[in-house]
């Protein structure tokens, strides 16, 4: 069973950065495909950004291209989100997801076994 925790939320102002951080344990790491997504109130879960197992492949959201950047470190069990130059709109509760999928990055909540508990990220304008 793989368990993701997240941190590293807050309040920022518009145009700040933030940085998420996802651990993970209970499972082989480097074997995971990892993602973020987010849910802001009132809207679905949506995808954000997916890194490959290898970590040698990205997926990103339009929203947040040029903005975010995945990252991963398989030997400390981790996975990163860099949030640069943030709006308003990308207000969120954001959650860290894995599945063991190792041919695609796949975008839909529900390839998606793992979920951690979510950190809120609240952007003022």
């Known amino acids: 069973q793989v368990q993701l925790v997240e941190s590293g939320g807050g309040l920022v102002q518009a145009g700040g950065s933030l940085r998420l951080s996802c651990a993970a344990s209970g499972g082989t790491f480097s074997n995971l495909a990892m993602a973020w997504f987010r849910q802001a109130p009132g809207k679905e879960r949506e995808f954000v950004v997916g890194?490959?197992?290898?970590?040698?492949?990205?997926e990103y959201a339009d929203s947040v291209k040029g903005r975010f950047t995945i990252s991963r470190d398989n030997a400390k069990k981790m996975v990163y989100l860099q949030m640069n130059s943030l709006k308003a709109e990308d207000t969120a509760v954001y959650y860290c997801a894995a599945n063991f999928d190792r041919r695609t990055i796949a975008t839909p909540r529900a390839r998606y076994e793992y979920w951690g508990q979510g950190t809120q990220v609240t952007v003022s304008s």
């Open positions: 890194v490959s197992w290898s970590g040698g492949s990205t």
